[in-house]
């Protein structure tokens, strides 16, 4: 059974820092992995999806990488701004079906 | 991607009384998930959405205490029975799309006195 594991729980950082969180998943047969923002009493907002035959997927700051060989993935955040303060979740799933969850790393940037 | 809705997006509800919660998505989906996130935890499957027959639910959920419906490719019921302080949690309803990217809907915010 798939299981997910996020590193740090928590972070704390001064703005304008680049950071990474780390997601690392057993099932190297996944076939997608996404990152998710989730910010305090609200739902999920899709940050960035990489398919199995990607390595990886940029949006505007934000970069995640997939290695399914040693079952990494890393969520890479430059500039850091204090509007990054949220909980990221990291979720793989194969093919089609529901995605498992990592606990998150809650994030903080301090202005 | 795709727009969901949830109904109500929070409640208070006495010990033993029941609520259903509504998900409503702008375009036909084929999967359909009901996830719980109790208060500081991640995200747990309930049960896959099927459309026109019986939710496949995850161990530890069973039908009784978690009915789901779904009559069509856009819509889909969680109702959450006998409640218990124990069930005070988020609700979220989540639709995958043919790539397989998962979308979320706002949540329901449920509490039990």
């Known amino acids: 059974k798939q299981e997910v594991t996020q590193i740090p729980a928590a972070l704390s950082v001064p703005e304008g820092e680049n950071l990474v969180l780390n997601c690392s998943f057993t099932?190297?047969?996944?076939?997608?992995l996404q990152w998710f923002r989730q910010d305090p009493g609200k739902g999920l907002t899709s940050l960035l999806l990489i398919q199995s035959s990607q390595r990886e997927q940029t949006s505007g700051r934000l970069n995640a990488s997939l290695d399914k060989s040693s079952g990494r993935s890393t969520l890479y955040i430059a500039a850091s701004q204090p509007g990054d303060s949220a909980t990221y979740l990291c979720?793989?799933?194969?093919?089609?079906?529901?995605?498992?969850f990592g606990k998150g790393t809650r994030l903080s940037v301090i202005a | 991607s795709a727009v969901i809705s949830q109904k109500p997006s929070r409640d208070i509800c006495q010990r033993g009384t029941s609520l259903t919660i509504q998900c409503q998505v702008d375009?036909?989906?084929?999967?359909m998930f009901w996830y719980r996130q109790q208060p500081g935890q991640s995200l747990t499957l309930i049960a896959t959405?099927?459309?026109?027959?019986?939710?496949?639910?995850e161990s530890g959920f069973v039908i009784d205490k978690f009915p789901i419906s779904r009559p069509n490719l856009t819509f889909s019921t969680l109702t959450v029975s006998n409640m218990s302080p124990e069930d005070s949690s988020i609700y979220l309803c989540s639709v995958g799309t043919g790539i397989y990217e998962q979308y979320f809907g706002p949540g329901t915010r449920l509490t039990v006195t």
């Open positions: 979720a793989g799933a194969r093919g089609n079906t529901p995605l498992v």
């Open positions: 375009s036909q989906v084929t999967m």
């Open positions: 959405a099927n459309q026109g027959s019986e939710a496949t639910y």
């Open positions: 099932d190297s047969a996944i076939y997608n």
